[in-house]
Each structure stands twice: as C-alpha cells, then as structure tokens.
C-alpha cells in the first residue's frame, strides 16, 4: 500500500454537494500544476485505479491523506454514492472497505455508461455555477435535467461556442476551447412548470438519498 503521503500545501474543502472530480480539478489549479497528471500520480502512488471512480481502499486513504477530507467524504462525492439506487435488485455489487466497519457499494462501469453523462459531455446550471464555481455531483445522472432551486432546464454546451463542457471545466467555471465564461450560460427558465420541477425534486431527492 505504501506510505501515506503529506498533505497537499493548498487545499479546499468539499464545496456542497460538489463531485470528487470536481474537488481534484480545482486543487489542480490551486497547487498550480501545470500537468494534471502531477496530481493524478500523487493520490495513486503507483496504484491502478480510476480518480474519477475509485475503487481501492488505498485510494480513497491516499486521498484523504492528500486532502484532509475523510474517506466517507470523498466516497460520497463519487458516483459510487448511486449504486444501491442505480443497480437493480438481485445484482451482487462489489464493496470497497474505507474503514474497519465501513464497505460501501461500487457502481459497475456497465450501470454507469447507461445511467450517467460521461464526464467529458457534463452539465451544468450557470446560476449555481455562480454562487459556487464547482460541478455537482447530481448533475451527473441523466434523469437529472434540471435544477430545481433555479428553476431552470440544466445547460449542456458552451454558451459561446457551443462545444462540450467536461466536469473539469464546469468545476473552474471556464470553457476549455473558448475560454468562454460558463457562468454567463443562459438557460431555459421553466418556473412556471410545477409538475416538471416536482418529478425533478423528486428524482434528485431519490438519486441522493
């Protein structure tokens, strides 16, 4: 397993409701790495494992090293925290141990393919984006279209040049092609849908439960 390493000299906590992805993308730019990879080879310490989908016990205890944030934590900021909702009943789901009494539920790469956007083709909600620059770990499945405190459709491109947003890029709030400024998306208003918003709130309810 290895020794655990130093903390980070510049970290953040978890922003509410952020992903994990999100989280190592913004200390990427507050460590001022040049190379992502820098970071991608210090929380997996000659480990193979997926940063965006850990699934080792080693990882999730490199991470916390690395960040301050307990396992628990980090666990909850990845997708993994869909699995006993997205996996159907009667399918054996592997555990990953992050503590003596704690296994928690993986999702398996074929449920996530079919029930989350693909980090590179993320989501986003501009408003939010404002309050906080950091993408929502909610944003990720596809049942979620909306957000309901903004009321409003969730925003999939660049509003300048139309490309392709990656939770990367939702997380520092700037497109990578364009450089376009995310936050001044404009997106569809449904505040007059009260029927749409409600199943929203109700699937996010669900999803995050």
């Given at each position: 397993?290895?020794?655990?390493?130093?903390?980070?000299?510049?970290?953040?906590?978890?922003?509410?409701?952020?992903?994990?992805?999100?989280?190592?993308a913004r200390l990427v730019r507050l460590n001022?790495?040049?190379?992502?990879?820098?970071?991608?080879?210090?929380?997996?310490?000659?480990?193979?494992?997926?940063?965006?989908?850990?699934?080792?016990?080693?990882?999730?205890?490199?991470?916390?090293?690395?960040?301050?944030?307990?396992?628990?934590?980090?666990?909850?900021?990845?997708?993994?925290?869909?699995?006993?909702?997205?996996?159907?009943?009667?399918?054996?789901?592997?555990m990953v141990r992050l503590s003596i009494n704690?296994?928690?539920?993986?999702?398996?790469?074929?449920?996530?393919?079919?029930?989350?956007?693909?980090?590179?083709?993320?989501?986003?909600?501009?408003?939010?984006?404002?309050?906080?620059?950091?993408?929502?770990?909610?944003?990720?499945?596809?049942?979620?279209?909306?957000?309901?405190?903004?009321?409003?459709?969730?925003?999939?491109?660049?509003?300048?040049?139309?490309?392709?947003?990656?939770?990367?890029?939702?997380?520092?709030?700037?497109?990578?092609?364009?450089?376009?400024?995310?936050?001044?998306?404009?997106?569809?208003?449904?505040?007059?849908?009260?029927?749409?918003?409600?199943?929203?709130?109700?699937?996010?309810?669900?999803?995050?439960?």
């Open positions: 397993m290895g020794e655990r390493p130093p903390p980070l000299l510049r970290r953040s906590r978890l922003l509410a409701g952020e992903s994990l992805s999100s989280l190592l001022h790495y040049e190379v992502p990879a820098l970071l991608t080879g210090l929380c997996l310490g000659g480990q193979r494992d997926n940063l965006a989908h850990p699934r080792q016990s080693a990882t999730y205890e490199r991470l916390a090293a690395l960040t301050r944030i307990s396992a628990g934590d980090l666990y909850r900021a990845t997708p993994h925290v869909f699995a006993r909702v997205l996996v159907p009943p009667g399918i054996e789901m592997d704690s296994d928690m539920p993986l999702l398996e790469t074929r449920f996530a393919s079919k029930f989350l956007r693909p980090e590179s083709a993320a989501q986003y909600c501009p408003a939010c984006l404002a309050e906080a620059a950091c993408h929502h770990l909610v944003w990720l499945p596809v049942a979620a279209s909306a957000c309901p405190q903004h009321e409003c459709l969730l925003v999939t491109g660049c509003p300048q040049c139309g490309a392709e947003v990656s939770v990367q890029a939702i997380a520092l709030a700037r497109c990578s092609q364009c450089g376009a400024d995310l936050r001044e998306g404009q997106p569809v208003l449904v505040t007059g849908d009260d029927h749409g918003l409600f199943v929203q709130r109700v699937i996010q309810s669900w999803l995050t439960c």
